[in-house]
């Protein structure tokens, strides 16, 4: 075997078609897996040239378009410089240092700002220096002032006490005078008026912090009248006062709800009262059950009922002395009633009166605990007034410190701009400058650099991301998420002659071409049982994808490899077994199903344990005679006399004829065109296949082109290295 493919390019070998259909197959139309790091690598060595070009035309054309603006249009710039000097320490009452960053950066920046400010550019605009620029008479001369705040660039330089202003031009000669009229009036201007303004704005701002400090000193007074030791003994206060409110709130609706459950129960049993049904009610007669008089006479009710009867046992009924304990018992039963209506009238009573108590203690109760909660509610109330009023005397303290603070800062900001040392002074005047500014080199050239490489690279994943076509085996596990049985390369790509690749293996065994379509044997053997891919479907997406290609070869491998193999051309719309093997008699598969012949007899033999069978007459039914059930039978018959059934068979997206077929056959192998089969095309393939229930076994990735970033080119030279070195090796005895 040779050394094709290596690591990433090696066809993965199937699994078992169990284990296939276990697979979770991605539907189509979904997302492929991102783009790896490999990947990235492959588009940039495809389109390196385009990288390269691109970049080297920008990198060029940067180049051309600097010479000619240079030639043409170039621009200059002349600069002076303004030192602003730093006050000293002694001269302030507030102490601070005034050599910080931060105080010498606000004081520069305050002086660039100014410089453009209308008077400065006004009296800049009458100096004599500038009026006699070319650029003051071929110019608007009443929009002086705007045409030098838009080409006038003023800013202070970091990390020193200098502000720059310059100015860039076509004209060299006339740049120095107009940034010099500038720097001159703005120094003019910074020892006369601004004094003057400076002033006025200490005047305002010390009246304006005056007034904020008597602000203050009322908020203070305010605070100390409220007597606020502190906010957060306040607030701990509000919390428990708060939580005191919600007790005593729950402590109301609980008496509530007890006083209406004793009203209700009061209304009852005066109810019971007026209708004269409390007396029998189950509570009165349960008092009057246990009233020790009431018991006592029922006692004695029951005794005299007792000797009555011992009587009647030993006297009779006659006897003299039952007529005395008749009135006996008359008597105690009268006064037994008596009794019992006294207690049951009395234990009524004392049920509304006991009744009539509960109800007036708890409305006491309930009026005491409304007063507590209103008077705890009163109190949270002011708790949270206090509170809210004393955080916003601190919050108007604090935003009265700020403001006091900010005007302190600028007074101090006023003070030094106002002092005699910090005078602006011109330390550079503005020179004809001898170099053009624009356009420059270290500019130019590296930006049209970076604009071509950017355009390169853009344009090759541009490309890249057009392009649908399936180009490498990642783009069949990215793409189409189906197994790679192997490659077969371009015809063009290999250096040895092959005059029909169709008949490659046959002609030229040992060439690379003989050695892929072993591997693609050797991969299809292993991808299951022997049992379960006796019969294999070639197909493919479209015509010319090579699927007749594959058959054949894949057939020729088998017999080389010892197997009895019988290769059928189920292609009716164009056969062409028939043509690569000329010994085959004119009738075929099509006569067989059709009833007009045996398969024995329509089979033709080609070379060792190769037998072909050929397509047939044209009939007029292909799909249904390949769907069959005699076919089904007849590759039943032909799997007992053949070890493998190779069939090629037509183009599963233009005819149905392969469809039918597939459900038959053990499994299915797809062949892919690269370059020329898009990965929509090869899903919607692959998903019809699976919607009939076809087993596909993998696919086979054919006419893969040598190209920069190709897959194969490695591979080939290793290959011919390796039979040139055995070639020339000595033979060994």
Known sequence: MTDLPIHDRVPQIVPSPAVAQARVVRPAGAPAAGMTGRDILQILRKRKWLIILSTAIATFLAVGATVVW?????????????????????????????????????????????????????????????????????????????????????????????????????????????????AEAYVDYNRTQLQGGYTTDSGRLSNERIRYEGELQGIRREAR????????????????????????????????????????????????????????????????????????????????????????????????????????LASIRRQLAEKSQQVAQAQAQAAVQGRQAAFDAMTIELTQTREKYHGAVAMLRDLQDNLSRLRQLAASEEQLNGSIARIDSRLLELRLLSMGQQDVQIAAAASTPDAPSMPRWKVTVPAGFLLGLMFGLGMAFLLELIDTSIKSPSDIARKVDLPLLGMVPHAEDLDEEVSDLRLAFMTNPNSLLGEAFRQIYTCLLFSGPAEQRRSVLVTSPSPSDGRTTVA???????????????????????????????????????????????????????????????????????????????????????????????????????????????????????????????????????DTLNRVGARILGTVLNAVRVTPGGYLRKNYEAYYDYHEQREGAPKQS
């Not at 089979?603 to 076919?631: K, T, W």
């Open 70 to 182: 240079l030639k043409t249009y170039p621009l200059y710039t002349a600069s002076a410089l303004l030192r602003v000097d730093v006050p000293k320490a002694s001269e302030l009452s507030t102490g601070q240092t005034l050599y910080g960053m931060d105080i010498m950066d606000r004081i520069k920046m305050t002086h660039a700002r100014l410089a453009t400010i209308d008077p400065i550019l006004q009296a800049a605009g009458q100096k004599e220096e500038l009026r006699r620029t070319a650029w003051f008479s071929k110019g608007d001369q009443s929009q002086v002032v705007r045409r030098l705040r838009q080409e006038l660039s003023v800013a202070p330089v970091t990390g020193t006490n200098f502000v720059m202003i310059s100015m860039t031009g076509p004209v060299a000669t006339d740049l120095p005078g107009i940034v010099n009229s500038v």
């Open 225 to 328: 009248v409220a007597r606020p030791e502190n906010i957060p003994n306040i607030e701990s206060q509000t919390n428990a006062a708060n939580m005191a409110v919600q007790t005593l709130y729950q402590t109301v609706l609980e008496l509530e709800a007890q006083q209406a459950r004793l009203e209700s129960g009061l209304r009852v049993v005066m109810a019971m009262q007026q209708n004269g049904t409390l007396a029998q009610s189950p509570e009165v007669l349960q008092a009057v059950e246990y009233d020790p008089a009431v018991r006592t006479l029922r006692m004695a009710e029951l005794n005299y009922i007792n000797e009555q009867d011992n009587l009647i046992r030993k006297l009779g009924p006659e006897n003299p002395r039952m007529k005395d304990y008749d009135t006996r």
């Open 552 to 686: 054949m070869n894949l057939a020729a491998a088998a017999a080389r490899a010892g197997r009895k193999v019988l290769l059928v051309d189920t292609n009716f719309r164009q056969p062409m077994v028939h043509q690569l093997i000329p010994q085959c008699p004119r009738d075929g598969l099509s006569n067989v199903l059709s009833g007009q012949a045996q398969w024995p007899d329509v089979v033709c033999h080609v070379e060792g344990g190769l037998y072909a069978m050929p397509a047939g007459i044209l009939p007029p039914n292909p799909a249904e005679l390949l769907a069959s059930e005699n076919m089904r039978r007849l590759i039943a018959q032909m799997s007992g006399q053949y070890d493998q059934l190779i069939f090629d068979g037509a183009p599963v997206m233009l005819v149905t004829d392969p469809l039918g077929l597939s459900t038959m056959v053990d499994g299915v192998v797809l062949v892919v065109r690269a370059g020329q089969n898009t990965h929509g095309l090869v899903q919607r393939s692959r």
